[in-house]
């Protein structure tokens, strides 16, 4: 049997891509910053214990899925002026004009996250200096659905657990 230490992971950040899209334009987001160029968060926990004060115990479960994408550009990213046009255009137009879906691909792994309908939600803090700086773009996602994956093939284990879960195995991953 194969063992963790025998599967050998890749992982490229070359390779995740952002893509922005709705009816009237469609872009691909480029010059992220280095290190942490990519933020996922989900606004509301997906269950949450409640203790009462008999110590009795809860759950509560949220089907809402927004979520907040942070996108790390180098100021010199010309997605930067994209991102900028497309807020300048959804305060104007004060409507569903400009809100547009979401897709963030890692396409060396098994990361996939999709939201249909999304907006800018904060533009970035600016400054200059005598280097590079950042430029952290937030965007609104209505309801992210998604799944968080590895980037290696599956142990057999792994693999049977998989299955044992109802999931699916895309055979680019079988042990």
Request: hydrophobic share 35%.
């Amino acid at each position: 049997m194969s063992s963790m230490t025998e599967i050998l992971s890749t992982y490229s950040p070359e390779d995740v891509v952002v893509v922005l899209a709705n009816g009237s334009f469609s872009h691909v987001i480029n010059g992220y910053a280095d290190g942490t160029f990519i933020g996922i968060s989900r606004e509301v926990p997906a269950s949450t214990l409640y203790v009462g004060s008999d110590l009795s115990n809860a759950r509560v479960i949220r089907a809402n899925k927004a979520s907040t994408v942070t996108l790390s550009l180098h100021q010199a990213s010309e997605s930067n002026d994209v991102l900028s046009q497309l807020l300048a255009n959804d305060e104007v137009s004060r409507d569903n004009t400009w809100v547009f879906s979401l897709t963030i691909k890692d396409n060396t792994g098994r990361s996939l996250y999709f939201s249909p309908q999304a907006f800018i939600s904060i533009e970035p803090d600016r400054s200059f200096s005598t280097g590079i700086e950042n430029r952290d773009w937030g965007i609104q996602c209505v309801s992210l659905q998604g799944t968080t994956g590895g980037n290696g093939k599956f142990s057999p284990s792994t693999a049977d657990s998989i299955g044992q879960l109802g999931g699916q195995l895309d055979q680019r991953w079988a042990p």
